[in-house]
């Protein structure tokens, strides 16, 4: 390994372990806000079943995503987006 590149790592994981113990603070903080799985759900007026089917999951999925114990990941993640975007396109295009 270069030595340069050691170095860097190295410094990269002192700061990571100064952070982490709340001596530094991080220079970038990203907030993921949970999606509103129950909002989008009924912003397009289906059941939990009905909405279960359309998504391909089953409904105890969907409950868990409903009730915040489990994230949507993946493609579940970005259909869930479109369907909040573009409820109208979204219902048409899974619905054909």
């Known amino acids: 390994m270069d030595k340069q590149l050691f170095q860097d790592l190295a410094q990269n994981l002192k700061q990571a372990t100064a952070i982490s113990k709340g001596k530094a603070k991080a220079s970038r ?16 007026g289906l059941t939990q079943d009905e909405f279960a089917k359309l998504m391909r999951v089953s409904i105890k999925t969907l409950q868990n995503w409903e009730q915040q114990r489990r994230q949507p990941i993946g493609p579940a993640a970005v259909l869930l987006k479109i369907v909040s975007t573009s409820p109208e396109l979204a219902l048409e295009s899974l619905h054909g």
Do not use: C, L, M, Q
């Not at 903080?29 to 397009?44: L, M």
């Open 29 to 44: 903080r990203f907030k993921v806000e949970p999606t509103d799985v129950k909002a989008i759900r009924e912003g397009v």
